[in-house]
């Protein structure tokens, strides 16, 4: 079992920059997978990023080059560090945690918001 919490969501000007973490507790050892997605109002949810154990990383083309996906494994967090942001990143954000038994957690989102 794996309990995530997403902070670090804002209201940001187009331009600005934010880094919104991902804590986990509980079995963090088991984690393989460490994913972001977003979801706008009226959208399907959108796969941004993911890092592996191994520290591997996977953008989405819509913010390649502008987000950053990193880890502290000293704090069990994950970050997306995101510059350059632009209206249409305006979404909920989550993070969902991939268990090595296959299991997979999500937390509880994090609102950012993205002014012209």
């Known amino acids: 079992q794996v309990q995530l919490v997403e902070s670090g969501g804002d209201l940001v000007q187009a331009g600005g920059s934010l880094r919104l973490s991902c804590a986990a507790s509980?079995?963090?050892?088991?984690?393989?997978?460490t994913d972001w997605y977003r979801q706008a109002p009226g959208k399907q949810r959108e796969w941004v990023a993911r890092?592996?154990?191994?520290?591997?990383?996977m953008y989405a083309d819509s913010v390649k080059g502008r987000f950053t996906v990193s880890r502290d494994n000293a704090q069990n967090t994950v970050y997306l560090r995101m510059n350059s942001l632009k209206p249409e990143d305006t979404a909920v954000y989550y993070c969902?945690?991939?268990?090595?038994?296959?299991?997979?957690?999500w937390g509880q989102g994090t609102q950012v918001t993205v002014s012209s």
């Open positions: 509980g079995s963090t050892s088991s984690i393989v997978l």
């Open positions: 969902n945690a991939r268990l090595r038994s296959g299991n997979a957690f």
């Open positions: 890092i592996s154990s191994g520290g591997n990383t």
